[in-house]
């Protein structure tokens, strides 16, 4: 069965480091999208993204935020200066989202990455 | 915000049906009820999902009101492995989805 996976499932960094949170979609999905949890509370949206472009972002997705589909296949999330309370787990979704197709269309999680910021 | 309520906890014997209800009394028209579950800190697991009529698949049940303002998901054998966390949501899968506190099942031997 197709899966959204995630690299690195554990990345460690300094506080004011660069970090690129790699994600693999469901090859034929259309949308993307990233989530966080800060370890006991809720899984926050961070962004969506459908046809090379953001399509929705929360308060919590600022300007240290981006993210990118650099080939067909990964889907990218860059934290440029991380900070202590970016310490979270990030998880990748994707969902299929075709015209005509809402009933059988729902997203699916990725496992994952555990960043931990130092 | 999440425009769901769940009960924090629920205990359920193993063998056990385990019935879990959310209250979505705001659903909008169009917007599905979507079932997640959580083990620890790993990524949500899809349930089911549905819109007005009751659903089933492999893994649980769904039954969703008349008024679709309530549904409820059922694990008709909860075993151990069925300890999680469970989320209710609505909306649609092209939007954000909004993950509430959900429901804490503890499945008892």
């Known amino acids: 069965e197709p899966e959204v996976t995630q690299t690195p499932s554990h990345q460690v960094t300094q506080m004011g480091q660069e970090v690129i949170l790699r994600c693999v979609p469901i090859?034929?999905?259309?949308?993307f999208y990233w989530y966080r949890q800060i370890l006991g509370q809720k899984v926050e949206f961070l962004v969506s993204?459908?046809?090379?472009?953001?399509?929705?972002k929360s308060e919590i997705f600022d300007d240290q935020f981006s993210v990118e589909r650099p080939d067909g296949s990964n889907f990218t999330l860059k934290i440029r200066s991380t900070k202590l309370e970016d310490s979270a787990m990030y998880f990748c979704?994707?969902?299929?989202?075709?015209?005509?197709?809402?009933?059988?269309?729902?997203?699916?999680f990725g496992p994952g990455t555990r960043l931990t910021v130092l | 915000d999440a425009k769901t309520t769940q009960p924090p906890s629920m205990d359920c014997a193993e063998g056990r049906a385990a019935n879990l209800p959310c209250n979505h009394s705001?659903?909008?028209?169009?917007?599905?009820v979507y079932w997640y579950r959580q083990i620890h800190s790993q990524g949500p697991q899809y349930i089911i999902h549905?819109?007005?009529n009751n659903e089933t698949n492999e893994m649980a049940s769904l039954i969703i009101t008349e008024d679709r303002k309530s549904s409820t998901l059922i694990l008709p054998h909860a075993t151990l492995r069925d300890t999680a966390v469970y989320y209710c949501?609505?909306?649609?899968?092209?939007?954000?989805?909004?993950f509430g506190t959900g429901t804490s099942l503890t499945v008892i031997p």
């Open positions: 090859s034929n999905h259309l949308y």
């Open positions: 949501i609505v909306g649609y899968t092209g939007n954000q989805f909004y």
């Open positions: 993204f459908y046809n090379n472009e953001i399509s929705e």
């Open positions: 705001t659903i909008s028209g169009n917007e599905y």
């Open positions: 549905g819109l007005k």
């Open positions: 979704a994707s969902s299929v989202v075709l015209a005509g197709a809402p009933s059988t269309d729902t997203q699916y």
